[in-house]
């Protein structure tokens, strides 16, 4: 990614869309959108100290929501360019409410609440088109009750958590438990506000709010209009103590989760959504099962799944070393429902085909490996480059051509060519820079010869 | 450049939190505070990650603002980020090589997660350790070196005809080597390729065609590569052909000598009549199928996803299940029946047609390693582990699924081009997620089977791709050598013995005569920088620059001083 951003031959436009595409091969005029940030991008050093100090907080879309960032952000800290953005939707300014904190803080003076888009055009031979994918969206699918049932996440989701630099540090917090956890620190903060206000009656009346509260309600102090105050006030807290010191307790007994259920082919190889497999998950979730192991050496996983396709370099040889030595059980079977159980354990109902028996399980977490869905706005895309698209809305190419369009010079890699791990999508994208840089050279020396 | 000499030694540390990956398991304050105290050390920063672009805008202004001559950055590993932050320091104006890193993240906050204080004490050592070896760095002039503009593809199938035409249509000369009489490898003994169906045979004449047609391209078949020397940019390749030997200078070398079927001897009753490989079956689809042939059983892992050959081959599987639908089309009463341990249809295509192949029929039944199917002389008898008992197919005809394997004179390349080959012998690409199609050995690249079992679709993409990655250096021009190589930094002492020539792996070191007698003479371009030679010269004449006695003393005394 650093690369990119440093190479002199690459200009990289962030935070831009894609209005119009005009030409042909060889000459096509692009005309980008580039959106105001709200932060000139030729000042922003990206030192990120206006995000610190926002004052909004805003659900962080790159900790798949898991987590908050300010209405200044950066995308994730090594994100390239580095220069931050201003949230309209979340912004105290913007929404019309008096702030300008990062303006202060802003040493280098970057922050322009009156920044408007700017339109550019760009002279190109050649386009790739490499918008990639979207994870599918499990809630689609009821029978797995994502979202319903808190400790049922997607691998997405999954993978944040076991990122050292994610939402728990790479502890595998359950999300039940983590909701728990932010209840007790929003009801601590009242507590203590509660607490602060008992405080200023006891030494104003050098009494306990206990006792108060106990003599009030047999009946005392009806006229003390100082101590009905107190005594309610009292009477909140203890409403907000309750609560909180049954979760505490509870809260001791909180461990990261030891029993992980991933649950394959969701949304993908399914006649109601996408027929094709996905190609990445299955050795995702085995990755993911064997972080977990490594993080927490008790951790089990049973993996369910109708084939195991572990079909590249190594691939097989580590789904078998994930069985050996990460305590990994792979289960031949499509998972049929997601129930709740105690304490906020998701049972998984399935057929194991081998014992040919339907059985349920318990598990502390239940992982989604959710389809590689085609990127949102795709048929837009094409429409914008006149590209054709399969069946699926993924761009159209041929197995002799693997990275070509239906459109001459427009060239495609990645998943938005269609669901591939990472090497396969690095490989292709090297094809795409082959096909284009051949298309670039052919129309200059065609230019070339027209003018001699 | 004297620069390091004369000037007093300014050295600047940053210390890298890679977000909490370092700093959620040491005491940050506490190296801060430390470091600050170590000798020539005048200046220390923490940087949420060095490597962002915020923390290299901080490198670089500390670097002019300090008057820094040495850089130390302590947080992960030189592997990935050495580069990065050598140019980051040339960027600022000082010399790339006059900078040193600690792996306070790989070798110590990742390993000692749960101990906080050793950790933290390690880090220390880990930073005395880099600020020792600092002091003594030397700048290091890069060495420029020009790169010849043709390219050497060996083998001759689909990848290595893809590659040839690709750079051919960049303007670039390419010389085509393949050991058999004719072009083309595998496609020659195919019938029809899925899941589009095409032929073969035709596509390949196509692609052969392109080839022959074009004057870019010299093709020499029924020839090997015999001899290669040398380095990026200016490889010396003799090749041996019918007519005799050539000597030829190139560039760059694509790899693209693809796989082989594997014969099932001994395996399942094989015996190329009854019982095939669907290799041989293609070729029987393609004569035609004896109508009589009613029932049909294919075996798929036939001699893979065992102990012996671990891997999954990637492609018997699509294989089988559009051999199946062939079968189906020609005989459509037949009978035809996969057994299998996973149908490794992954992706669009793939699995459509495998949808496609159960509307026609085929049938498929799972079967456990552990009770492999029993061929016998009329049927096939396999314990379906789904329904739970045996069954006994009719069978006239078997096929073996097999896997595609290693050409036999895989490690002969391997060592002719001194690049590796991997634990199933395929060769070894640079970096298995981000350099799929390149060496670790810079100049030379690879793509098809030779790599991992590919359908057409993907070694043509790997074809087209290893040309872009390849057409790098030579669209450059030239290309920048790491100077971290052997110096003969003692040359009385070499007595031309010898040795380190045998030893060195990249030929980069000869014997000249000197007025001085026989003295070894390094070839700048040529030496990696491994240091073979170094530790073979019982004289001590010869030391890698870098990494001199002096500088790893010096860090050793570091380690063991008190602290
Ligand atoms: C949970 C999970 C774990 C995975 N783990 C692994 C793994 O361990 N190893 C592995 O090999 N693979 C893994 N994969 C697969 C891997 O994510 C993909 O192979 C890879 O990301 C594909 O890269 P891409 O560039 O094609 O697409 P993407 O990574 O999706 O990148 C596309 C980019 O295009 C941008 N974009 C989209 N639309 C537009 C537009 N209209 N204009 C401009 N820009 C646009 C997007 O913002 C995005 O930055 C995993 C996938 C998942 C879901
Ligand atoms: C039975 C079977 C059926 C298949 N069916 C399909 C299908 O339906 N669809 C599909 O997409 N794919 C199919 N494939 C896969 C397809 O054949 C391969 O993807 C493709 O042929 C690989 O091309 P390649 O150039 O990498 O290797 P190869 O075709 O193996 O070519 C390598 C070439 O290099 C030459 N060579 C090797 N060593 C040297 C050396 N030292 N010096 C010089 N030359 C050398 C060889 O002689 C050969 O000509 C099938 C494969 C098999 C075995
Ligand atoms: S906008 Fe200003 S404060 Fe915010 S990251 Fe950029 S330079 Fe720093
Ligand atoms: S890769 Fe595995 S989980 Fe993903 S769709 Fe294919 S078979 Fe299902
Ligand atoms: S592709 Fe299919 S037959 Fe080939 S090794 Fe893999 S699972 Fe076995």
């Not at chain 1, 040493?107 to 490499?130: H, K, P």
């Not at chain 1, 797995?144 to 400790?151: A, D, I, K, S």
């Not at chain 2, 093709?219 to 490889?235: E, L």
Request: net charge negative; with cysteine.
């Amino acid at each position: 990614m650093l690369d990119v951003g440093r190479h002199p031959n690459i200009e990289l436009l962030a935070y831009s869309d894609i209005e119009k595409v005009e030409g042909e091969q060889g000459d096509f005029t692009v005309t980008v959108r580039r959106k105001r940030r709200y932060v000139e991008e030729d000042k922003c050093t990206g030192c990120g100290a206006c995000a610190e100090k926002c004052p909004a907080t805003v659900p962080d879309a790159f900790e798949e929501n898991q987590g908050n960032r300010s209405a200044v952000y950066s995308y994730f800290a090594q994100g390239i360019p580095s220069t931050h953005t201003i949230d309209a939707d979340y912004c105290r300014q913007l929404q019309g409410k008096k702030c300008g904190i990062c303006k202060k803080v802003c040493q280098a003076d970057a922050i322009n609440f009156e920044q408007e888009d700017r339109i550019i055009t760009l002279s190109v031979g050649a386009i790739i088109i490499a918008v990639g994918y979207d994870v599918f969206d499990p809630s689609q699918i009821p029978e797995y009750r994502f979202r319903e049932l808190p400790n049922v996440v997607t691998a997405m989701e999954f993978e944040r958590l076991l990122s050292a630099s994610g939402p728990t540090h790479g502890h595998l917090d359950r999300p039940s438990d983590r909701a728990v956890v932010a209840e007790i620190k929003a009801l601590e903060k009242k507590a203590k506000r509660s607490q602060k206000t008992l405080d200023r009656f006891e030494k104003k009346h050098d009494q306990a709010s206990a006792d108060v509260y106990e003599k009030y309600r047999k009946g005392q102090y009806q006229d003390d209009e100082d101590r009905k105050k107190w005594a309610d006030k009292y009477a909140e807290h203890l409403a907000v103590m309750e609560p909180l010191e049954t979760m505490q307790k509870q809260a001791e007994s909180f461990t990261v989760a030891k029993r992980l259920a991933f649950i394959q082919c969701v949304g993908s190889r399914d006649f109601r959504f996408y027929p094709f497999c996905s190609g990445y998950c299955c050795m995702h979730s085995i990755k993911e099962a064997v972080i977990a192991h490594e993080h927490e050496t008790e951790t089990t996983s049973a993996i369910f799944g109708m084939d195991i396709r572990a079909v590249s370099k190594g691939f097989e040889e580590y789904k078998i070393r994930g069985g050996n030595n990460s305590n990994i059980t792979y289960v031949r079977g499509r998972v049929s429902e997601i129930i709740g159980g105690a304490d906020h354990n998701p049972v998984v109902i399935y057929e194991d085909t081998q014992q040919r028996q339907v059985k349920e399980e318990e598990f502390d977490m239940a992982i989604l490996a959710t389809a590689c869905a085609p990127t949102k706005g795709m048929v837009e895309l094409a429409k914008t480059f006149g590209v054709e698209l399969d069946e699926y809305n993924f761009i159209k190419t041929s197995s002799l051509a693997p990275v070509d369009t239906s459109v001459p010079g427009i060239f495609v890699c990645g998943c938005a060519e269609s669901p591939m791990d990472v090497p396969e999508s690095v490989a292709q994208a090297s094809s795409a820079a082959e096909r284009a840089a051949e298309t670039v050279i052919q129309s200059t020396l065609e230019k070339e010869k027209a003018v001699a | 450049m004297p620069e390091s000499k004369e000037k007093e030694i300014k050295t600047g540390v940053f210390i890298c939190h890679c977000g909490s990956n370092i700093a959620g398991y040491l005491d940050m304050e506490a190296l801060d505070e430390y470091t600050q105290t170590l000798p020539n050390v005048t200046f220390v920063q923490q940087n949420l990650y060095s490597c962002s672009e915020g923390g290299i805008n901080e490198i670089k202004k500390a670097i002019k603002e300090q008057d820094l001559n040495r850089v130390v950055v302590s947080s992960c590993s030189p592997r990935t980020h050495e580069p990065l932050f050598r140019s980051s320091c040339e960027e600022a104006g000082l010399n790339p090589y006059l900078f040193e890193m600690a792996n306070i993240r790989d070798q110590c906050s990742w390993v000692h997660m749960q101990q906080r204080e050793d950790g933290t004490a390690k880090a220390k050592d880990l930073i005395r350790m880099g600020v020792a070896k600092a002091a003594l760095l030397e700048p290091q002039e890069s060495i420029m070196s020009q790169v010849k503009t043709r390219a050497l593809v060996i083998g001759g199938g689909l990848a290595g005809i893809t590659a040839s035409t690709a750079l051919a249509k960049r303007g670039y000369e390419v010389v085509l080597v393949e050991k058999e009489k004719n072009l083309g490898g595998m496609l020659n003994k195919l019938n029809k390729l899925g899941p589009t169906m095409t032929d073969a045979g035709e596509l390949i004449e196509e692609k052969i065609k392109e080839v022959t047609n074009n004057d870019k391209i010299t093709v020499f078949t029924g020839a090997r590569v015999a001899v290669v020397q040398g380095f990026i940019g200016k490889f010396d390749a003799e090749i041996e052909t019918e007519s005799g030997k050539k000597n030829i200078d190139i560039g760059v070398i694509l790899v693209a000598t693809g796989g082989r079927n594997f014969v099932p001897e001994g395996l399942y009753d094989y015996d190329g009549k009854r019982v095939v490989t669907q290799l041989e079956l293609e070729q029987l689809l393609k004569k035609g199928l004896d109508p009589d042939i009613k029932n049909v059983v294919m075996i798929q892992c036939v001699g893979s996803r065992n102990e012996e050959r671990p891997y999954c081959s990637r492609i018997c599987c699509q294989t089988a299940v559009k051999n199946a639908m062939l079968i189906k089309d020609q005989i459509p009463d037949a009978r035809v029946s996969i057994l299998y341990r996973d149908m490794q249809m992954y992706g669009v295509e793939n699995e459509e047609m495998f949808r496609d192949s159960k509307a026609k029929g085929i049938r498929y039944m799972h079967y456990d390693p552990d009770q492999p199917p029993q061929v016998e002389s009329e049927q096939v008898r396999v314990y379906h582990s789904l329904l739970g008992r045996e069954m006994e197919l009719p069978a006239d005809l078997v096929v073996l699924s097999t896997p595609l394997v290693a050409q036999e004179d895989a490690e002969t390349t391997s060592q002719l081009l001194r690049v590796p080959i991997d634990e199933n012998r395929f060769f070894l690409e640079g970096h298995v997620k981000l350099k799929p199609l390149d060496f670790a050995t810079d100049g030379i690249y690879l793509c098809g089977s030779a790599r991992f079992p590919a359908n057409i679709r993907e070694v043509i993409a790997q074809g087209l791709g290893a040309a872009s990655r390849a057409s790098i250096p030579m669209s450059k021009g030239s290309v920048v050598v790491e100077p971290i190589i052997s110096v003969l930094s003692d040359e009385d002492a070499c007595r031309g013995c010898g040795l380190c020539v045998a030893l060195c792996p990249y030929s980069a070191l000869e014997i000249r005569r000197t007025e001085k007698g026989r003295k070894v003479h390094v070839i700048d371009v040529a030496c990696k920088g491994c240091g073979v030679c170094a530790s073979t010269c019982y004289q001590h004449a010869l030391s890698i620059n870098s990494y001199t006695s002096e500088q790893i003393e010096a860090q050793i005394d570091a380690f063991l001083e008190e602290t």
